[in-house]
């Protein structure tokens, strides 16, 4: 008897923002493994931003999701049953296993999970994609120094805690945007940011508080929000900074697109910006990885993770993502 699959599929397309009103859940026989396969379950589904745009048909860095399919995400699972060579039955792995409890893929799709380095949960936070992406960008994508003021928007969620806290461990001053005072106290209070700067204000006040929160200018903007909040930032960059484009979420699902008109500030600053995508840089995710668990046994790193309980909320957590209801990186527990 194999495991029962209960599944999402993705069977309309919002024009806003997603919600369940886009995906079928179903309970699904499961299926006999094909040799080089394992049998997945999945613990806790990562719910990630991107899924966003996977429900469009318009392809971003990846193609968009079919309608019918089992909708995509990442997860992090137990092997339960195996036909495969060195996926044994109760080892940990990572990988896009999709909003399903019990995936079956192939071998290559799983990728064992250190568990000395840490828990499943941490998988999902600094050692996951948050951890990851934060690491990256900061290193590989800014060339972050000691002593640099760092400006991060989102940055109570996954990621931008996560890119707070790995900055000021490098000795740089850290001030975080945040939508709400709660979460300005939150990034202050547990992570130990230097300043925080409410968005919800008029742009002349967000302009006054930034000035006022980076009194020297921004080296580093981490951004991963894009839009309004981006062009806020580019007015206090200082000369050589970096952008980092790490996201867009303002500008994903259905809003109007906000004209970034201060590019000019660019050139004045002779700043460089950079997309990146975590992807592309797998290579990387070992030693980012060896120094995120570093500093977190060194207690420089905590992460708040905002689980819901049930894969049947998937669709709900995504759609908070949205509209800022998470507090900290947003994830369901496969009950
Ligand atoms: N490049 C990569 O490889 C990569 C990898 C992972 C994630 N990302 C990107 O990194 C960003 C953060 O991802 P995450 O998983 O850590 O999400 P998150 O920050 O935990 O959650 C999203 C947050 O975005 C903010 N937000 C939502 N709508 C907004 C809007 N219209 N204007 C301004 N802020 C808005 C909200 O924070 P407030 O309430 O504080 O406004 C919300 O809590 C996303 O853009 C994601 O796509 C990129």
Redesign the pocket.
Known sequence: MQNANRVLRLTSRPDGLPGPEHFTLTDEPGRALAPGEVRIASSFISI???MRVWMDERPGYTPGVKLGEVMRALAVGEVVESRADGLAVGAWVEGTFGLQSHPVVSSGQARLVDARLGSPEDYLTLLG??GV?AHL?LFEIAGLKSGETVLV????????QLVGQIARAYGCRVVG????AA?CEMVLREFGFDAAVD?SQSDTDLNRALAEACPNGVDVYFD??????LEMALNHIRDFARIVI?????Q??G?PVHPIGNLGEMLVHRARMQ?????DHFHCWPAARQDLARLRDEGLLRTELHLLEGIENAPVALGM??????R???AVRVL
């Open positions: 990630d931003p991107a994609l948050p992406t960008g928007s989102a940055a109570s969620g996954g990621v931008g945007i945040c939508g709400g979460k968005h991963n929000v894009g839009g309004r909040i790490c996201g867009r979420i303002s994903t699902a809003q997309g990146f995508t975590v992807g993502l949205f509209r800022g209801e998470n900290g990186k947003m």
